[in-house]
């Protein structure tokens, strides 16, 4: 084989091995942020629900329509 051959041989297997391990890499932090956001919906998930059912439970508490805003 020629020098150039040999050359873009090489550049080819290392530009390939360097892919190959960023695409892990990626794969790896995906795995990690799927993991870490289900830990987190679990976490706050029951505070989240019980924010939102007294959001709801003042909303239905109120006398009458909220002005908010300067009013007209």
Request: net charge positive; charged share 25%; proline share 3%.
């Amino acid at each position: 084989m020629s020098a150039p051959v040999v050359v873009w041989v090489v550049v080819g297997l290392v530009t390939t091995v360097a892919m190959a391990a960023v695409l892990a890499g990626l794969v790896r932090h995906v795995l990690l942020l799927g993991r870490t956001a289900g830990r987190f919906r679990r976490e706050v998930g029951d505070l989240a629900r019980e924010v939102g059912e007294e959001a709801a439970r003042a909303a239905g508490r109120s006398p009458g329509r909220v002005r908010r805003g300067r009013g007209r």
